[in-house]
């Protein structure tokens, strides 16, 4: 028993100094002590990420994922690879990161961190976004990965708040470009392109700091194609429907100026061509006004300086994003030059209203029969005079008050903000107005006044809200003359 002594004594000491010189470490997932080789690992990818060693963060990382494939650090570790792809920066580094957190987001969709790789993912694309004068493709991505984002996770609200402040901004950008896009056809008079474009960008971003000058080039657009129909020969009946309803979409543009953007610079213009038309000027709500207010206001302005070195950035100036308001998650539908077109060609033969009861007439030309694969025809054509009315439906006679365009020597410049005092039709009595007995309330064409958000501001609520706002930006020209 004696010769055992000293062996026990022995491993006594060992097992004591084993303890001594082995310190427990916090395991941040279980909370509890641990020993593990996985978390030496672990722990040495940390330190060498913390020192900007990237790669051999990434190799420790590697080889505690295939050494212990079901260690508690799995996840981590798999999110840490990505971590360090997005820390080291630059094209090749991100495009992999975007990789590994696609990864991450596949192999554990359930576990918090998922929303955090998602708005890494966007954050990606939001990094290498271009001004709107070149390559978009990194907006675009931006925008569906942030779209992904909020209707994905919508429960991590902080995540989610972030995604949609930098949704706003990328969709400003993405805007900017539409309009500028838009504005290049408008000036080549190639005004279904650019009704096309404005349509589309104003259907999807609302939110857009420009909205009125988008709008108002909008309207001058369908006034342009008026101009460049009644400069051309042709059938005076077709002539006359498409200029009723180039008219009414001019009007629906500037309209909405005045309702949904009553405090940006382009309502006092967007009236006078309302009363130029001889359309109803409509007054905003209440409702409206508001909104508006809160959107301007949280519109920020670029310092001088930035202004200054934006122009050697890569990177677009954001300042004037709205912060405020929800950024539209769905696309609507495009709008294209040829359903432009379309549109106008069925206004012409009397059915522009969709799914109307109104049918289509098909006339023949001439004698002979329409050619096979014949193109079909542009809103700029001019109307054959073969095209006439039959004879028991005869050309109603020139009307002496016909509306004439806003033109000088060339029949294809408009000039919007023009003295309309030498006209010798008076605009048309407003239903819409505010009567002064009303007390600010909207008295419409049945006498009822609306209450609540929803009744119509009067001058003063416009003026008031209008010296308020912290944001009386000069956007824009204003006179928008084609080439």
Not at 161 to 185: H, P, S
Not at 430 to 436: A, K, R, S
Request: hydrophobic letters at 40%; one cysteine or more; charged letters at 25%.
């Amino acid at each position: 028993m004696s010769r055992h002594i000293p062996v026990i004594i022995l491993l006594g000491v060992l097992a004591f100094a084993v303890g001594c010189t082995n310190k427990k470490v916090n395991n941040p997932l279980a909370n509890v002590g641990s020993k593990q080789p996985d978390k030496v690992l672990f722990d040495r990818a940390m330190d060498a990420m913390k020192h900007n060693r990237f790669d051999v963060a990434r190799i420790t990382l590697q080889t505690l994922i295939n050494t212990y494939p079901d260690s508690e650090y799995i996840a981590r570790a798999k999110l840490a690879v990505a971590d360090s792809w997005y820390a080291e920066g630059g094209g090749t580094a991100l495009a992999q990161a975007e990789i590994e957190y696609k990864d991450f987001e596949t192999f554990f969709p359930n576990m918090p961190e998922a929303a955090e790789a998602q708005l890494k993912i966007a954050n990606i694309h939001y990094q290498q976004m271009e001004k709107p004068d070149r390559d978009y493709t990194h907006a675009m991505r931006a925008e569906e990965e942030y779209r992904q984002l909020i209707l994905q996770y919508p429960d991590n609200k902080k995540v989610v708040a972030e995604g949609k402040q930098r949704l706003l901004e990328v969709q400003e950008v993405i805007a900017e470009r539409e309009y500028r896009v838009g504005r290049f056809y408008f000036l080549r008079q190639s005004y279904p392109a650019s009704i096309a474009r404005l349509r589309t960008l104003m259907d999807k971003y609302p939110l857009y700091s420009k909205a009125d000058e988008a709008l108002y080039l909008l309207g001058q657009a369908y006034e342009g194609e008026i101009a460049m129909l009644r400069s051309r020969p042709g059938n005076e009946v077709y002539k006359a429907r498409m200029i009723e309803d180039f008219t009414k979409n001019a009007a629906d543009a500037y309209s909405r100026i005045l309702t949904r953007y009553p405090l940006m610079d382009r309502t006092v213009d967007a009236k006078a061509r309302l009363e130029a038309l001889h359309q109803p000027v409509p007054r905003p709500t209440k409702a409206a006004l508001a909104q508006n207010k809160a959107e301007e206001e949280s519109r920020r302005e670029a310092s001088t300086v930035s202004r200054l070195m934006g122009n050697f950035q890569k990177h677009p100036d954001v300042a004037q994003a709205a912060r405020v308001g929800e950024p539209p998650l769905v696309d609507p539908q495009v709008v294209s030059a040829t359903s432009v077109v379309q549109e106008a060609t069925r206004a012409m033969m009397g059915g522009a209203a969709a799914g109307g009861k109104n049918s289509v007439a098909i006339e023949t030309v001439g004698k002979g029969a329409l050619a096979p694969d014949q193109p079909a025809p542009r809103s700029d054509t001019p109307v054959p005079e073969t095209a006439v009315t039959p004879a028991d439906n005869p050309a109603p006679a020139a009307d002496s008050n016909e509306l004439k365009p806003n033109v000088a020597a060339d029949p294809n410049e408009l000039k919007p903000n023009v003295d309309n005092s030498a006209q010798t039709a008076p605009p048309p009595t407003q239903v819409n107005e505010i009567d002064p007995g009303t007390n600010g309330q909207a008295v419409g064409a049945n006498g009822n006044a609306a209450a609540g958000a929803s009744a119509t501001a009067d001058d003063k609520d416009i003026e008031a809200a209008t010296s308020s706002s912290k944001h009386k930006k000069k956007k824009g020209l204003h006179k928008v003359i084609p080439f």
